[in-house]
């Protein structure tokens, strides 16, 4: 048995001055439901219309600080299902992370949090727009994967070439996805 002075002892045998951590660090703390809107205009004649709907899928993604080493990461998702008589559904999803972030370069923050955090949030609202398309009485809609990591480079090389500076920039909202 150990003595109650060898516990802990080799964790981190060269730990910063007064407990600091100088190592980068980014993670997700939280995953949350900020806002949520769904709308079936029609029924009960839409379930009896016979055109497929077409889906318009809208995404945008955000990003604002609530203190110094924490941020919300915001995905919004905007769902239209119309038909040729009118809207099918209608799915307005604000899905949050609250993301942990210490000692990273600001571009490397900045990638965090509009192209890895929203890549660790879009399963879980996926899932969310796939039980409400279903809730409503219609097949799942099941949303393909997204590739953030090329939507988030597109977009910087964009404000690039206009110009601007990407990391300076509060939100790179995406169209069409």
């Not at 809207?87 to 972030?101: K, Q, T």
């Not at 609202?125 to 219609?138: H, K, N, P, T």
């Not at 404000?159 to 909202?173: F, I, M, N, Y």
Request: aromatic share 6%; glycine share 6%; with cysteine.
């Amino acid at each position: 048995m150990a003595d109650e002075g060898d516990i802990l002892t080799d964790i981190n045998p060269d730990p910063a001055a007064n407990g600091a951590d100088n190592q980068p660090a980014a993670g997700l703390i939280s995953q949350y439901i900020k806002d949520l809107s769904v709308e079936n205009p029609n029924a009960p004649a839409s379930y009896q219309w016979e055109d497929a709907p077409q889906v318009d899928l809208q995404m945008n993604i955000g990003a604002k600080p609530v203190n110094d080493e924490v941020h919300e990461v915001e995905l919004k998702l905007n769902v239209i299902a119309k038909a040729e008589k009118g809207n099918v559904y209608l799915i307005e999803l604000a899905y949050c992370g609250l993301v942990g972030m210490r000692n990273l370069p600001e571009d490397q923050a900045h990638a965090f949090l509009y192209a890895e955090a929203p890549r660790i949030l879009f399963p879980f609202a996926r899932r969310i727009v796939a039980d409400a398309s279903r809730d409503l009485g219609f097949q799942p809609l099941m949303l393909d994967p997204i590739d953030f990591n090329g939507l988030y480079m597109q977009r910087v090389q964009a404000k690039q070439a206009e110009g601007r500076d990407p990391v300076a920039d509060s939100t790179l909202s995406g169209g069409d996805a």
